[in-house]
């Protein structure tokens, strides 16, 4: 793919919200064909709180559609009708182009994907105005875009981790942040030593409504007050939500854990535990040494690993989190 550069340019600033200054600058929006449920995450180096809200709209079973670089709320929402009046991703962008809010697509990038007869579908579009460095990646359920960044690099990251990830749809946007956690990614961000000041992540399944997701996390710093790394506080506060979830039924599960927390042994039942693993959450996997096991359950001696949470996988489909205190 032939990297986009794109001219300097002045955002402009509305109290009617036309746009927002807010420049989105490293985001991923994808959806996932199995379970329905669609999502995005982002990273920006602004304070800005709601950043989720401000540049991206869920579609519940249907799709995603984020509007970045100079920020237009009206192009945002225009999308999202669209979507609801069934126009494809392709459809989206070509009218988003024709149709942008004050006349100027070129400082725009817009990313869209949706769930089509069992697959998924995808469109994206970088404007040549846009702040160098900016360029996209798309997938087939998947689009991947920034502006103002280091450079292809943090794009590329940011596949390799999703794409590696094994985990449902939450945990893969998290982990395409991840991936694009360079100090700088965000040029602007350099002199913070960080990668952005704000980040986000939401997740909506197909029973949520438009208004309500079943995942809507959001951080921010302030560099006049505190500064810290916004991915790394969003992954935080994701760990959190996890474990506060950690018996929710995900991709078709059908194992157990207990006790949770665990401390020397673990016992976990269930179906598929012929592919077993237990991974870190830096996706290593961990030794696993069998005290028992029998058809439906296995116990795992515990001993040696460190405090922490881990992820159990039962096959490809089937997980279950891990508690050491």
Known sequence: MTPLRCSPLVLLLSLLHLTSPAQDTFSIVAVDTVTGEV???????????????????????????????????????YALQLMQAGRSPAQIIDSLFQNDSNGNPQIRQNLVVDLFN?????????????????NHIVGPNYVIAGNI??????????????????????????AALQGGKFIGADTR???????????????????????????????????????????????????QWLLTNAERPTSGSGIQVYPQPATTTVIISGIGLEKL?????????????????SERQVRLSLNGWAAGIYCIRAGRQTERLLVLP
């Open 39 to 77: 999502g995005a995450a982002g990273a920006t180096c602004l304070s800005v709180l709601p950043l989720g809200s401000l540049i991206n709209r869920l579609l519940p079973g249907r799709g995603a559609v984020t509007a970045q670089a100079s920020v237009s709320t009206l192009n945002r929402d």
């Open 118 to 134: 069992g697959g998924g579908r995808s469109a994206v579009f970088t404007g040549n105005q846009c702040v160098a460095f900016a």
């Open 149 to 174: 960044l280091l450079g292809q690099a943090v794009l590329d990251s940011m596949e390799v981790r999703f794409l590696n990830e094994s985990g449902d749809l939450a945990q893969k946007l998290m």
């Open 189 to 239: 961000c350099t002199q913070y030593n960080t990668s952005s000041l704000s980040a986000y992540l939401r997740v909506a399944q197909p029973s949520d409504s438009v208004e309500q997701y079943r995942l809507d996390l959001n951080v921010a710093s302030n560099p006049l007050v505190l500064i810290f790394e916004s991915v790394d506080s969003l992954q935080r506060m994701f760990d």
């Open 277 to 293: 693993t237990v991974c870190d959450l830096q996706g290593r996997k961990m030794p696993l040494r069998v005290e028992a096991r």
